[in-house]
Nanobody
Framework: QVQLVESGGGLVQAGGSLRLSCAASGTISTINTMGWYRQAPGKQRELVATITSGGSTNYADSVKERFTISMDNAKNTGYLQMNSLKPEDTAVYYC???????????????????WGQGTQVTVSS
């Protein structure tokens, strides 16, 4: 179906920046929504930001004014620009995408919802 691969995580000092990427592959017809979520140790996975194919965005209050989500529809790739990082931003960041893909033969489409494997972001104080 559709596979997602995140990249761009790493270790950064507080106040620094990172840019995460999420590349979607497969027989994709459309990506309707792409989102970033994160999970810190001992905590539940939480929404960070989402973006629709039309460009509408939504952010968690904790990242507003610091993070920016974007999507290149032609490349089926999403991005999360993270600025002014804080130690509390430390987590595994996961990409999620929802849309439609072509079935084998290319005669019909089905819905998909996929998650990436996650990328670690560590912010030191």
């Amino acid at each position: 179906q559709v596979q997602l691969v995140e990249s761009g995580g790493g270790l950064v000092q507080a106040g620094g920046s990172l840019r995460l990427s999420c590349a979607a592959s497969g027989t994709i017809s459309t990506i309707n929504t792409m989102g970033w979520y994160r999970q810190a140790p001992g905590k539940q996975r939480e929404l960070v930001a989402t973006i629709t194919s039309g460009g509408s965005t939504n952010y968690a209050d904790s990242v507003k004014e610091r993070f920016t989500i974007s999507m290149d529809n032609a490349k089926n790739t999403g991005y999360l620009q993270m600025n002014s990082l804080k130690p509390e931003d430390t987590a595994v960041y996961y990409c999620n995408a929802v849309g439609r893909y072509w079935t084998s033969g290319g005669y019909s489409r089905r819905d998909f919802g996929s998650w990436g494997q996650g990328t670690q972001v560590t912010v030191s104080s």
